[in-house]
Protein backbone atom coordinates (compact mmCIF):
# COMPACT_ATOMS: atom_id res chain seq x y z
CA UNK A 1 0.00 0.00 0.00
CA UNK A 2 1.42 3.80 -0.89
CA UNK A 3 1.18 6.77 1.33
CA UNK A 4 1.67 9.98 0.18
CA UNK A 5 3.98 12.73 1.44
CA UNK A 6 3.88 16.56 0.99
CA UNK A 7 7.16 17.31 0.56
CA UNK A 8 8.07 21.46 0.99
CA UNK A 9 9.86 23.05 -1.77
CA UNK A 10 10.65 26.52 -2.72
CA UNK A 11 7.12 27.62 -3.67
CA UNK A 12 3.92 26.29 -3.22
CA UNK A 13 2.89 25.78 -6.82
CA UNK A 14 6.36 23.29 -6.65
CA UNK A 15 5.23 21.28 -4.19
CA UNK A 16 5.65 18.02 -5.01
CA UNK A 17 4.22 14.77 -3.99
CA UNK A 18 6.59 11.18 -2.38
CA UNK A 19 5.10 7.92 -2.87
CA UNK A 20 6.86 5.98 0.07
CA UNK A 21 5.81 1.98 0.72
CA UNK A 22 3.73 1.52 4.17
CA UNK A 23 3.12 -1.83 5.33
CA UNK A 24 -0.62 -1.90 6.79
CA UNK A 25 0.73 -3.27 10.08
CA UNK A 26 3.36 -0.65 10.33
CA UNK A 27 3.36 2.54 12.41
CA UNK A 28 1.01 5.76 10.76
CA UNK A 29 3.83 7.94 9.20
CA UNK A 30 1.71 11.00 10.62
CA UNK A 31 3.19 10.62 14.27
CA UNK A 32 0.33 9.20 15.86
CA UNK A 33 1.69 6.03 17.45
CA UNK A 34 -1.57 3.95 15.80
CA UNK A 35 -0.37 0.73 13.52
CA UNK A 36 -1.40 2.19 9.32
CA UNK A 37 -4.46 0.41 9.26
CA UNK A 38 -6.45 1.82 12.15
CA UNK A 39 -5.08 5.26 10.84
CA UNK A 40 -4.66 6.94 7.87
CA UNK A 41 -5.10 4.17 5.72
CA UNK A 42 -8.73 4.32 5.66
CA UNK A 43 -9.00 7.99 5.47
CA UNK A 44 -7.13 7.64 2.09
CA UNK A 45 -8.09 4.40 0.40
CA UNK A 46 -10.59 6.32 -1.61
CA UNK A 47 -7.78 9.02 -2.62
CA UNK A 48 -5.44 6.32 -4.13
CA UNK A 49 -8.22 4.65 -5.72
CA UNK A 50 -8.82 7.75 -7.69
CA UNK A 51 -5.47 8.18 -8.48
CA UNK A 52 -5.69 5.28 -10.55
CA UNK A 53 -7.50 6.87 -12.68
CA UNK A 54 -4.44 9.49 -13.37
CA UNK A 55 -2.05 6.98 -13.96
CA UNK A 56 1.10 8.36 -16.43
CA UNK A 57 1.30 4.55 -18.15
CA UNK A 58 -2.51 5.03 -18.61
CA UNK A 59 -1.74 8.06 -21.12
CA UNK A 60 2.07 7.39 -22.22
CA UNK A 61 1.14 6.43 -25.43
CA UNK A 62 -1.16 9.34 -26.61
CA UNK A 63 1.56 12.17 -24.55
CA UNK A 64 4.77 13.00 -25.07
CA UNK A 65 5.55 14.80 -21.70
CA UNK A 66 4.84 15.02 -18.46
CA UNK A 67 3.83 18.67 -18.86
CA UNK A 68 1.92 18.00 -21.62
CA UNK A 69 -0.16 15.52 -19.91
CA UNK A 70 -0.92 17.64 -16.80
CA UNK A 71 -1.59 20.73 -18.87
CA UNK A 72 -4.60 18.29 -20.28
CA UNK A 73 -5.62 17.16 -17.61
CA UNK A 74 -7.30 20.46 -16.69
CA UNK A 75 -10.00 19.91 -18.24
CA UNK A 76 -10.86 17.03 -16.12
CA UNK A 77 -10.23 19.61 -13.45
CA UNK A 78 -7.32 17.71 -12.08
CA UNK A 79 -5.14 20.49 -10.84
CA UNK A 80 -8.57 21.24 -8.32
CA UNK A 81 -9.03 17.38 -7.81
CA UNK A 82 -4.68 17.07 -6.21
CA UNK A 83 -4.91 20.20 -4.36
CA UNK A 84 -7.57 19.19 -2.32
CA UNK A 85 -5.48 15.73 -2.16
CA UNK A 86 -2.34 17.77 -0.98
CA UNK A 87 -4.76 19.65 1.61
CA UNK A 88 -6.25 17.21 3.09
CA UNK A 89 -2.89 14.98 3.64
CA UNK A 90 -1.19 18.39 5.27
CA UNK A 91 -4.47 18.91 7.51
CA UNK A 92 -4.17 15.04 8.83
CA UNK A 93 -0.37 15.59 9.10
CA UNK A 94 -1.00 18.83 10.89
CA UNK A 95 -4.40 17.67 13.28
CA UNK A 96 -1.21 15.26 15.01
CA UNK A 97 0.68 17.91 15.69
CA UNK A 98 -0.02 19.12 19.96
CA UNK A 99 0.14 23.06 19.09
CA UNK A 100 -2.44 22.45 16.52
CA UNK A 101 -4.59 20.06 18.88
CA UNK A 102 -4.43 23.08 21.37
CA UNK A 103 -5.27 25.82 18.74
CA UNK A 104 -8.52 24.12 17.63
CA UNK A 105 -9.58 23.32 21.40
CA UNK A 106 -9.41 27.20 21.89
CA UNK A 107 -10.71 28.38 18.58
CA UNK A 108 -13.96 26.00 19.39
CA UNK A 109 -14.32 27.72 23.30
CA UNK A 110 -13.95 30.99 21.30
CA UNK A 111 -16.52 30.39 18.78
CA UNK A 112 -19.08 28.80 21.70
CA UNK A 113 -18.21 32.12 23.54
CA UNK A 114 -18.52 34.75 20.76
CA UNK A 115 -21.87 32.68 19.90
CA UNK A 116 -23.40 33.37 23.22
CA UNK A 117 -22.27 37.20 22.81
CA UNK A 118 -23.92 37.82 19.38
CA UNK A 119 -26.76 35.83 21.16
CA UNK A 120 -26.81 38.28 24.51
CA UNK A 121 -26.83 41.44 22.08
CA UNK A 122 -29.81 39.91 19.88
CA UNK A 123 -31.40 39.84 22.55
CA UNK A 124 -31.19 43.29 23.99
CA UNK A 125 -28.87 42.70 26.90
CA UNK A 126 -26.40 44.72 25.52
CA UNK A 127 -26.21 48.40 25.24
CA UNK A 128 -23.19 50.25 24.06
CA UNK A 129 -22.44 53.92 26.56
CA UNK A 130 -19.74 56.37 25.91
CA UNK A 131 -17.85 57.20 29.05
CA UNK A 132 -17.73 61.24 27.78
CA UNK A 133 -15.64 62.02 31.11
CA UNK A 134 -12.39 60.08 29.63
CA UNK A 135 -12.30 61.39 26.51
CA UNK A 136 -10.08 64.16 27.50
CA UNK A 137 -7.87 61.95 30.27
CA UNK A 138 -6.90 59.50 27.27
CA UNK A 139 -6.63 61.96 25.01
CA UNK A 140 -8.96 60.46 22.53
CA UNK A 141 -8.94 61.89 18.82
CA UNK A 142 -12.73 62.09 19.26
CA UNK A 143 -13.46 64.99 21.44
CA UNK A 144 -17.20 65.96 20.09
CA UNK A 145 -19.43 63.66 21.81
CA UNK A 146 -21.79 63.58 18.78
CA UNK A 147 -18.94 61.39 17.19
CA UNK A 148 -18.77 59.01 19.77
CA UNK A 149 -22.17 57.52 19.53
CA UNK A 150 -22.19 54.23 18.22
CA UNK A 151 -21.98 53.94 14.64
CA UNK A 152 -23.86 50.37 13.81
CA UNK A 153 -25.75 52.24 10.98
CA UNK A 154 -22.31 52.50 9.00
CA UNK A 155 -21.79 49.16 9.02
CA UNK A 156 -23.34 47.33 5.20
CA UNK A 157 -24.62 44.59 6.90
CA UNK A 158 -25.39 42.93 3.72
CA UNK A 159 -21.61 42.26 4.00
CA UNK A 160 -19.59 39.47 5.74
CA UNK A 161 -16.87 42.68 6.28
CA UNK A 162 -19.60 44.77 7.35
CA UNK A 163 -20.72 42.12 9.75
CA UNK A 164 -17.78 41.45 11.17
CA UNK A 165 -16.77 44.99 11.79
CA UNK A 166 -20.21 45.17 13.93
CA UNK A 167 -19.54 41.94 15.86
CA UNK A 168 -15.76 43.46 16.44
CA UNK A 169 -16.98 46.75 18.03
CA UNK A 170 -19.43 44.98 19.70
CA UNK A 171 -17.98 42.41 21.39
CA UNK A 172 -13.82 43.74 21.65
CA UNK A 173 -12.34 46.56 23.01
CA UNK A 174 -11.90 49.20 20.11
CA UNK A 175 -11.92 52.62 22.44
CA UNK A 176 -10.93 52.92 26.63
CA UNK A 177 -14.27 55.25 26.09
CA UNK A 178 -16.71 52.53 25.24
CA UNK A 179 -18.12 49.62 26.85
CA UNK A 180 -17.80 46.01 25.37
CA UNK A 181 -19.77 42.71 25.46
CA UNK A 182 -16.66 40.75 27.01
CA UNK A 183 -16.68 43.72 30.00
CA UNK A 184 -20.25 43.05 30.42
CA UNK A 185 -19.55 39.06 30.96
CA UNK A 186 -16.24 39.59 32.85
CA UNK A 187 -18.01 42.28 35.68
CA UNK A 188 -21.49 39.85 35.43
CA UNK A 189 -19.43 37.18 36.40
CA UNK A 190 -20.97 35.17 33.29
CA UNK A 191 -18.47 32.28 33.51
CA UNK A 192 -17.65 30.37 36.03
CA UNK A 193 -14.90 27.97 35.17
CA UNK A 194 -11.55 29.70 35.32
CA UNK A 195 -10.31 28.72 31.82
CA UNK A 196 -13.14 30.80 30.65
CA UNK A 197 -12.70 33.96 32.94
CA UNK A 198 -9.02 33.42 31.30
CA UNK A 199 -10.30 33.85 28.59
CA UNK A 200 -12.40 36.30 28.38
CA UNK A 201 -9.48 39.00 29.37
CA UNK A 202 -7.54 37.25 26.82
CA UNK A 203 -10.26 38.89 24.52
CA UNK A 204 -10.13 41.82 26.35
CA UNK A 205 -6.47 42.72 26.03
CA UNK A 206 -6.42 41.14 22.48
CA UNK A 207 -4.80 43.48 19.52
CA UNK A 208 -6.35 44.74 16.53
CA UNK A 209 -3.83 46.10 13.85
CA UNK A 210 -2.72 46.71 10.21
CA UNK A 211 -0.21 43.39 10.36
CA UNK A 212 2.46 42.77 7.05
CA UNK A 213 3.39 38.33 6.76
CA UNK A 214 6.90 38.29 7.43
CA UNK A 215 7.12 34.42 6.97
CA UNK A 216 5.19 31.48 7.14
CA UNK A 217 5.93 27.87 8.20
CA UNK A 218 4.38 25.43 6.24
CA UNK A 219 4.95 22.51 8.06
CA UNK A 220 4.21 23.21 11.53
CA UNK A 221 1.52 26.00 10.63
CA UNK A 222 2.50 29.45 11.73
CA UNK A 223 2.50 32.66 10.43
CA UNK A 224 5.09 35.55 11.45
CA UNK A 225 3.02 38.75 11.45
CA UNK A 226 4.84 42.61 12.28
CA UNK A 227 2.60 45.25 13.44
CA UNK A 228 3.21 47.96 10.53
CA UNK A 229 2.63 51.05 13.33
CA UNK A 230 4.22 49.97 15.98
CA UNK A 231 6.58 46.93 14.69
CA UNK A 232 5.43 44.36 17.19
CA UNK A 233 6.43 41.11 15.91
CA UNK A 234 3.79 38.28 16.49
CA UNK A 235 3.49 34.43 16.05
CA UNK A 236 0.07 33.03 15.27
CA UNK A 237 -1.12 29.90 14.12
CA UNK A 238 -3.19 29.57 11.05
CA UNK A 239 -3.58 26.78 9.36
CA UNK A 240 -4.69 27.82 6.11
CA UNK A 241 -2.64 31.44 5.74
CA UNK A 242 0.42 29.53 6.78
CA UNK A 243 -0.35 27.31 3.65
CA UNK A 244 0.34 30.02 1.08
CA UNK A 245 3.69 31.63 -0.08
CA UNK A 246 1.58 34.56 -2.08
CA UNK A 247 1.51 37.16 0.70
CA UNK A 248 4.36 39.74 -0.21
CA UNK A 249 1.94 42.24 -1.52
CA UNK A 250 -1.07 42.96 0.81
CA UNK A 251 -1.53 44.03 4.42
CA UNK A 252 -3.77 42.40 6.53
CA UNK A 253 -6.12 44.38 8.97
CA UNK A 254 -7.69 42.07 11.82
CA UNK A 255 -7.34 40.70 15.94
CA UNK A 256 -5.09 38.39 17.56
CA UNK A 257 -5.70 36.68 20.33
CA UNK A 258 -3.14 35.14 22.62
CA UNK A 259 -4.20 32.33 25.48
CA UNK A 260 -2.28 29.79 27.25
CA UNK A 261 0.63 30.45 24.71
CA UNK A 262 -1.54 30.47 21.49
CA UNK A 263 -1.61 33.39 19.34
CA UNK A 264 -4.34 33.33 16.94
CA UNK A 265 -6.78 35.81 14.33
CA UNK A 266 -10.27 35.99 14.42
CA UNK A 267 -13.19 38.15 13.26
CA UNK A 268 -12.55 40.68 10.92
CA UNK A 269 -10.12 40.06 8.17
CA UNK A 270 -9.44 43.27 6.01
CA UNK A 271 -6.63 43.22 3.11
CA UNK A 272 -4.93 46.38 1.17
CA UNK A 273 -2.91 46.37 -1.57
CA UNK A 274 1.00 47.41 -0.26
CA UNK A 275 0.83 49.52 -3.33
CA UNK A 276 -2.53 50.99 -2.73
CA UNK A 277 -2.35 54.78 -2.24
CA UNK A 278 -4.66 55.28 0.43
CA UNK A 279 -3.06 52.88 2.43
CA UNK A 280 0.40 54.10 1.83
CA UNK A 281 -0.99 57.70 2.78
CA UNK A 282 -2.63 56.05 6.14
CA UNK A 283 0.59 54.29 7.21
CA UNK A 284 2.92 57.63 7.24
CA UNK A 285 -0.19 59.67 9.22
CA UNK A 286 -0.42 56.97 11.45
CA UNK A 287 2.93 56.59 12.10
CA UNK A 288 4.00 60.76 12.78
CA UNK A 289 1.51 60.35 16.05
CA UNK A 290 0.91 56.98 16.98
CA UNK A 291 -1.41 56.46 19.70
CA UNK A 292 -2.97 53.50 20.72
CA UNK A 293 -6.01 55.17 22.23
CA UNK A 294 -6.97 56.25 18.73
CA UNK A 295 -7.20 52.65 17.02
CA UNK A 296 -11.07 53.44 16.47
CA UNK A 297 -9.90 56.07 14.10
CA UNK A 298 -8.28 54.12 12.19
CA UNK A 299 -10.81 51.19 12.15
CA UNK A 300 -13.48 53.19 10.92
CA UNK A 301 -10.91 54.44 8.45
CA UNK A 302 -9.91 51.67 6.98
CA UNK A 303 -13.51 49.89 7.15
CA UNK A 304 -15.14 52.39 5.27
CA UNK A 305 -12.07 52.62 3.10
CA UNK A 306 -12.46 48.93 1.92
CA UNK A 307 -16.28 48.70 2.12
CA UNK A 308 -16.48 51.74 -0.90
CA UNK A 309 -13.49 50.41 -2.41
CA UNK A 310 -14.85 48.17 -6.24
CA UNK A 311 -10.68 47.12 -6.80
CA UNK A 312 -10.75 45.70 -2.94
CA UNK A 313 -7.94 43.09 -2.65
CA UNK A 314 -9.54 39.52 -1.43
CA UNK A 315 -7.19 36.96 -0.75
CA UNK A 316 -8.79 32.93 -1.28
CA UNK A 317 -5.92 30.74 0.32
CA UNK A 318 -6.28 27.41 -1.59
CA UNK A 319 -6.08 25.34 1.67
CA UNK A 320 -7.78 23.72 4.12
CA UNK A 321 -8.57 25.46 7.55
Known amino acids: MQYIEILECKSYHERTMKIMKIGRNDLCPCGSGKKYKKCCYPKIFEIERNLVSYNKDDYE ?19 EFMLDLMNNLRKM ?34 KQKVDNSN ?4 EHPFKDKKKLTFIDSSFDLNTREGVQALYDI ?3 KISPNINCITEDFIQSHRYRKPEKVEFLHSMLNSTIGLFEIIKTDFDEGYVYLKEILTGVEYKIVDVALSGSQIHDNFYMYTRLITYNDI ?24 KKDYK ?30
Not at 135 to 138: F, L, N, P, R, T
Open 292 to 321: PEGELLRFIELYNYFSKNPNKLKIHVNTIK
Open 61 to 79: DEYEDEDELFGSLKNFNDQ
Open 93 to 126: TLNGKSHIKKYYKIRKMHSDIASTMVKYYEDGKF
Open 263 to 286: CFNTGLSLTFDKKDSFIKAHIKNN
Open 170 to 172: LIY
Open 135 to 138: VYKH
